[in-house]
């Protein structure tokens, strides 16, 4: 173990079991068990920053020095991606569902690469065991109007698949609408086809316990009411903390069912770690040795070049909509804040997180 005297330790922020503690001198991350107080690792972030979060199943810090934002992976002690923020990255905090710092230009990171909403269905527990009851709530749900409740068409867009359309290797692909057709777009809810998969699978009357938190409270009420329709015998934990809530879901491996958002993937293989079989955070505990290998396959191709591997993405994005471990509701399309002092913005379409900082100027 270092000398924390000449690490400089500086911020410090508790999550995972553990207590992480930003390094100013040698530009790490610290992190130490927080019942025994035991050095764990020591993460080489590379960050200058003051600023330290948790939440979305990652660890977040801030580089003052190169203005971005650094997602560490608290199931491996290493950093997963870096995404610019704008000049001056000082403070990172995470709530309502999204990662905000505070700069000179930027005040929220927007999450529109990644789906924001999506109820994980425990594929180990009845009746999300059997995949008929899987498929039948994705035909079942209106995500039209579940981006209603969300705020709208100008936060939201309905999807049925992982993989985002601001992301490399999207290529839409929607079974579960009345109408499917080459378009790949959903349409409407198909009911009927629901009520008869429900029928197939011999589950109806079952008890369901849906988890929400406030960001998707009211989507959390109207999965329920779908259910009751559908003949389950449904309820609803609505807990008033994000914090508890996660702290909550992630030990207890028996939930059914609970409504998270995933953010702050860049790249198609990003938007498949979720369900990892080794994955911490896999909440749908959904678990395909062979999937994980492509998608290792995939992450690597990309790592040289974010384009490659497009053909292997949609492949792996068409596998998990018919696996339905999840229901994807929609896509975010989150407002960047910027200084009343800047112009010339653009925003960055392949990313989706930021905006090219290279082209704005200040007064």
Same mark, same amino acid.
């Given at each position: $173990?270092?000398?924390?005297?000449? +690490?400089?330790?500086?911020?410090?922020?508790?999550?995972?079991?553990?207590? !992480?503690?930003?390094?100013?001198?040698?530009?790490?991350?610290?992190?130490?068990?927080?019942?025994?107080?035991?050095?764990?690792?020591?993460?080489?972030?590379?960050? #200058?920053?003051?600023?330290?979060?948790?939440?979305?199943?990652?660890?977040?810090?801030?580089?003052?020095?190169?203005?971005?934002? *650094?997602? #560490?992976?608290?199931?491996?002690?290493?950093? $997963? /991606?870096?995404?610019?923020?704008?000049?001056?990255?000082?403070?990172?905090?995470?709530?309502?569902?999204?990662?905000?710092?505070?700069?000179?230009?930027?005040?929220?990171?927007?999450?529109?690469?990644?789906?924001?909403? %999506?109820?994980?269905?425990?594929? @180990? =527990?009845?009746?999300?065991?059997?995949?008929?009851?899987?498929?039948?709530?994705?035909?079942?749900?209106? %995500?039209?109007? $579940?981006?209603?409740? /969300?705020?709208?068409?100008? *936060?939201?867009?309905?999807?049925? +698949?992982?993989?985002?359309?601001?992301?490399?290797?999207?290529?839409?692909?929607?079974?579960?609408?009345?109408?499917?057709?080459?378009? &790949?777009?959903?349409?409407?809810?198909?009911?009927?086809?629901?009520?008869?998969?429900?029928?197939?699978?011999?589950?109806?009357? $079952?008890?369901?316990?849906? !988890?929400?938190?406030?960001?998707?409270?009211?989507?959390?009420?109207?999965?329920?009411?779908?259910? =009751?329709?559908?003949?389950?015998?449904?309820?609803?934990?609505?807990?008033?903390?994000?914090?508890?809530?996660?702290?909550?879901?992630?030990?207890?491996?028996?939930?059914?069912?609970?409504?998270?958002? !995933?953010?702050?993937?860049?790249?198609?293989?990003?938007?498949?770690?979720?369900? &990892?079989?080794?994955?911490? +955070?896999?909440?749908?505990?959904?678990?395909?040795? @062979?999937?994980? %290998?492509?998608?290792?396959?995939?992450?690597?191709?990309?790592?040289?070049?974010?384009?490659?591997?497009?053909?292997?993405?949609? %492949?792996?994005?068409?596998?998990?909509?018919?696996?339905?471990?999840? *229901?994807?509701?929609?896509?975010?399309?989150?407002?960047?804040?910027?200084?009343?002092?800047?112009?010339?913005?653009?925003?960055?379409?392949?990313?989706?997180?930021?905006?090219?900082?290279? +082209?704005? !100027?200040?007064?």
């Amino acid at each position: $173990m270092r000398d924390p005297r000449r +690490q400089r330790p500086d911020r410090r922020h508790v999550g995972f079991g553990s207590i !992480w503690v930003t390094n100013f001198a040698d530009r790490t991350v610290s992190r130490v068990d927080a019942d025994t107080g035991t050095w764990l690792a020591t993460i080489r972030t590379g960050a #200058v920053g003051r600023g330290i979060a948790v939440g979305a199943g990652s660890v977040w810090v801030t580089d003052e020095a190169t203005g971005t934002l *650094v997602q #560490v992976d608290p199931t491996t002690n290493r950093v $997963m /991606h870096r995404a610019p923020v704008g000049n001056g990255a000082a403070s990172v905090v995470y709530g309502d569902g999204a990662v905000w710092v505070a700069n000179e230009l930027l005040h929220r990171l927007r999450s529109g690469s990644a789906d924001a909403g %999506r109820p994980c269905l425990n594929t @180990r =527990r009845p009746p999300f065991d059997n995949l008929r009851v899987r498929r039948a709530l994705n035909y079942a749900v209106d %995500r039209r109007k $579940m981006v209603e409740l /969300h705020g709208g068409a100008a *936060v939201a867009q309905p999807t049925c +698949q992982a993989v985002p359309p601001t992301v490399p290797g999207h290529r839409s692909y929607c079974p579960y609408t009345v109408d499917p057709d080459r378009s &790949g777009e959903w349409h409407a809810p198909d009911f009927a086809k629901a009520r008869a998969l429900v029928a197939a699978s011999h589950t109806r009357g $079952m008890r369901i316990e849906v !988890w929400t938190f406030p960001f998707f409270s009211k989507e959390g009420h109207y999965l329920v009411s779908l259910l =009751r329709r559908l003949g389950y015998r449904a309820q609803l934990v609505d807990f008033r903390l994000v914090k508890s809530y996660f702290t909550k879901l992630d030990r207890t491996p028996t939930v059914q069912a609970g409504l998270v958002g !995933w953010f702050g993937g860049r790249l198609a293989a990003d938007t498949f770690t979720p369900l &990892g079989c080794d994955f911490a +955070q896999n909440w749908a505990h959904f678990c395909d040795r @062979r999937f994980d %290998r492509e998608v290792r396959r995939l992450a690597a191709e990309q790592a040289a070049d974010p384009t490659a591997g497009a053909a292997l993405a949609a %492949r792996l994005d068409r596998q998990i909509v018919d696996q339905a471990p999840g *229901v994807p509701l929609f896509t975010p399309r989150f407002a960047d804040l910027t200084s009343a002092r800047v112009g010339n913005y653009q925003a960055n379409t392949y990313a989706a997180s930021s905006v090219l900082i290279d +082209q704005l !100027w200040v007064r």
